[in-house]
């Protein structure tokens, strides 16, 4: 299943946790120091909470989870035929995951990634600058 992914900067991380919680009548799927997930099955959404004071309620990043490698390969070879620009991520360590992706820049500069998780990890790259 893929779903949409929304990476919003928040002031008080705690705060914002028990606010999804209750909008998506829901539990954070991950929790780690400066950044908590949830993984929304009605709508299909995961939830990405980056603690980033004084840029609270602002757009980290978007995206789109896929379900394997694979699917992040497909990807790239689609964006590059279409000349959009990529950078390719492949084994990398963020938000506390290995991941595989490709990111994207629309016409305002928004950044997205197509991505697939590999593992979970106990570290993150800089939750707020690797994303």
Not at 8 to 35: E, T, W
Not at 39 to 51: G, R
Not at 66 to 88: C, G, P, Y
Not at 101 to 114: A, I, L, N, Y
């Amino acid at each position: 299943m893929s779903r949409i992914q929304l990476a919003l900067n928040v002031d008080d991380l705690d705060a914002a946790i028990a606010f999804y919680s209750a909008l998506f009548n829901a539990q954070p799927a991950k929790i780690k120091p400066g950044y908590a997930n949830f993984a929304i099955s009605d709508p299909p959404l995961k939830l990405v909470l980056m603690q980033n004071p004084g840029h609270g309620g602002t757009l980290n990043h978007l995206g789109i989870e896929v379900t394997s490698s694979s699917v992040v390969h497909a990807e790239i070879a689609r964006l590059q035929a279409a000349d959009l620009f990529t950078e390719k991520q492949m084994g990398t360590t963020c938000c506390f995951a290995t991941q595989d992706k490709v990111w994207v820049s629309g016409p305002d500069q928004e950044r997205w990634e197509v991505y697939t998780k590999i593992a979970d990890t106990d570290s993150a790259d800089a939750p707020a600058t690797c994303c």
